[in-house]
């Protein structure tokens, strides 16, 4: 008995009272179950403490769950001598002849049910039947042993009618277990059903973006396939020319060759019969028969030749001066088709994009902005326009749009402005305010827009605005509009052209060109006419 008595002390954890399942040890030097210590240490998340349930010793942070080695070992020892209750499992109370595994278990009677006892056993609502592997010690409390009854919402655990009465929950406001049950798991439908509609968002949200991903992928690969067949083309072009001219090089060459050739071949001949009649001349200079001089041909006859005396020199040295390089018409013709190539390249990437002509509407321009007479040029003036008062016009910044608008199709524009300008180019719809902050381009969601300052662009959206991380390049830009694909794109138009953004979105209005031009003496922006570069 007392062997028994020492080994309920020593392999029973407090808890459950059942022998120890991986046993953990506190700071105070008392051991539980693992699972049973963490079940009590979850039910006083919240109250500011945590206690042991032995010896009530208190920590701030919930305690560290040190695994006892050696009692574990202990534990394992025993183990053989008892096989019956790894093999046997839980038996029913009633049966007491022999050992009928349990079905149930009854929390108030606290004993394990076959199927024949259960179907006898009282139905009354006190009496909580549970599976049979669930451990009563669980359900029970772990300083009075008594079951747990009630729910206290002030600490968050389950406790016992002790507890309530005259324990430390004495005065707090508790719920019956199955109303606080019944609360809590309607608080987890709630919850479930805002993540059921957090997750259906987000699966949507995944869906536009792979749908996005596979457009963004088809038109890459489009692009790709059109830049591919334009190289080739532009290779292929290149390639004839290249023989088409060393073809024409080579010819001249033997043009030449053989004119340059002939020439020298008869020069020979000349050469060596003047030397023939310098020769002779010679002899007759040295002649000292004055009868014999006299009768001889004058020196002009001598020195005339077949091929027609000094008139054939100079024929040849103009063949000399006239082989040194190719036919100016071949290297025109040549650079005329480089730049057709060049045209029909540039041509091929943006030929989906239509060149549009925008004229600026003077009737929304700022009343300190002068519109040009071609209305293409908006810039700053420092006396007020003597404007009328008009519902579209702009009040608060210096802009103006455009009298066109777009509402389907691509378009594209460009524009130009001075060297040291602060400006912004860009599209809007109509809607726009004309008054106060919200009529500024790029600061509300009716408008996009490129903005320039300090050497450096900028581009702004419902008051977002991300810094393109280049210089300032060149002084014109140009801006792509795709509306049916929701795409507003700018470029640098410098040498190669430059990308600089892209905004999507879902056009809901018709687009209007849109300027804006800094308050300084000298600003201005242009809209370039077609084929301007």
Known sequence: MAS???????????????????????????????????????????????????????????????????????????????????????????????????????????????????????????????????????????????????????????????????????????EKLEEASEKKKKMLRNDLLNLTTEREKAEKTVQKLQEHMRSTHGKSAEVKARVTVLIRDLRKQLEDLEEKVLAEVSRQEEQMSLSISLSIKQLEIKKEKLSGKMGHIEKLSNMSDPLTVLQEPDTGDLCDTEEGGNGDTEGHDKCHQGAGGLDVALISQTLHTLSGIITEVNGGIYSKYIMTDISLDVNTANDYLNISDDRKTASYVSVKQDRPARPERFHSYNHVISSQSFSSGQHYWEAESNETGYWEIGMCYPSIERKGDLSHFG???????????????????????????????????????????????????????????????????????????????????????????
């Open 4 to 174: 028994a008595d020492v080994r309920k002390e020593l392999l029973d954890c407090s808890i459950c009272l059942n022998t120890y399942t991986d046993p953990v040890i506190l700071r105070c030097g008392h051991n539980f179950c693992r699972g049973c210590i963490d079940c009590v240490l979850d039910s006083q998340e919240g109250a500011g403490c945590y206690s042991c349930p032995e010896c009530r010793a208190e920590c701030v942070e919930r305690p560290v769950l040190v695994r006892n080695i050696s009692l574990s070992n202990i534990v394992e020892s025993f183990q053989p001598a008892q096989p019956h209750q790894e093999e046997s499992g839980v038996f029913c109370t009633y049966c007491v002849d022999c050992s009928v595994p349990a079905f149930k278990c009854c929390v108030l009677c606290e004993a394990s049910l076959c199927d024949k006892h259960l179907r006898v056993h009282s139905k009354s609502p006190e009496h909580i039947i549970t599976d049979a592997a669930t451990s009563l010690g669980n359900r029970k409390c772990f300083v009075h042993k008594k079951i747990l009854e009630y729910y206290c919402t002030a600490d968050n655990a389950c406790i016992c009618v002790y507890c309530r009465v005259d324990g430390e929950h004495q005065g707090h406001k508790v």
């Open 443 to 533: 600061y509300n969601n009716k408008s996009w827009c490129l903005w320039r300052s300090n050497n450096q662009y900028s581009v702004i959206h419902d008051s977002k605005v991300i810094q393109i991380p280049h210089s300032v390049a060149s002084n014109r830009v140009r801006v792509c509009l795709d509306y049916k694909a929701g795409q507003l794109s700018f470029y640098e138009l410098c040498d190669p052209i430059r990308h600089l953004h892209t905004f999507t979105a879902t056009f809901t209005e018709p687009l209007h060109a849109a300027l804006c031009v800094y308050n300084r003496k000298g600003y201005w922006v242009k809209i370039l006419p077609y084929k301007c570069l």
